[in-house]
């Protein structure tokens, strides 16, 4: 939105200097009517003329600019085909221990950017019967677009998305279409955090919201202190359900999950089975769209990127992250 500003005063300020150096080209031009001396070409003057006098047209030029600026800045399509997605984050705090860091927000960050990317230190312990089907780099990664911060005197928060409009004492969103929010609230009781999916796309309760102990890594408290709260919200957010569908040997919509009898917790034993449909299987309770401890989740799989790369491609639900 800036860029559109700038390209429209460059387009005023060339129309001003065109306008005196006009006159000098034309008199250059008239002093022969054979070879000329040098070449000129005067297709900038005609537009500068064009742009000041008619406004649809500089509005086209202004569009075409910005949206030309857009492809080249490239800022958040990479050239391999990332997305790196926009974030706003939005603290509530009463205590100071609540108002949560820069540095904190970095490092939870830098998490998401290493658990979407797959390069999560303990990615190495992936059991090799999952190597196979592992997502390795998401090709989803998180940048720190700007930080809100609002102090309240309330001390514990539901999941009524209060903290999401000032008028009940939150903060609103920054442009939901085009920016992940993030909403850091001081106390939600046993809630850690909870995400919109993408049929929110843009709405003004869109995004996550995370409960302070449990964001971030330095300061958070034990056993969700290493940020995957919010890698498990963030999932939620980019289209992927709970691992157990929900329900008793639930469907996740994705095919290289096993299919689970429930949610798990703490910290399972490698090999955990479970039996559906008179079938048992290993499960994948190290997915971090379970709900085992922190250090007991490390990986999506890869038909869950699949999901996440559907959600965020032009034709996505979440398309707008894509674009400033
Ligand atoms: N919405 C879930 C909850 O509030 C988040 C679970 C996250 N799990 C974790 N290990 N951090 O319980
Ligand atoms: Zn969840
Ligand atoms: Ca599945």
Redesign the pocket.
Known sequence: MKKTFLYLATALALTACNQNSETETLAEDNSTTSVPARRTCPSEEIRAELLKNDAAARQRYNNIEAGIQNFISSDKVLSDGTVDIPVVVNVIYKTSAENISDARIAEQIAILNADFGGTNTDASKIPTEFAGVKAGDTKVRFHLIKTVRKSTTKTKWGTNDAMKKSSSGGIDATSPANYFNLWIVGNMGGILGYATFPESAGLWNDGVVIAAPYFGKTGATSPYNLGRTATHEVGHYLNLRH?W?DANCG?????????QTGANYGKPTYPLYNTCSGTSRSVMFMNYMDYVDDAAMFMFSA?QKTRTQAVLASSGARAGLRIY
Not at 251 to 259: E, R, Y
């Open positions: 691992i569908g469907n996740d919509l994705v095919a290289d999950t096993p299919t038909g």
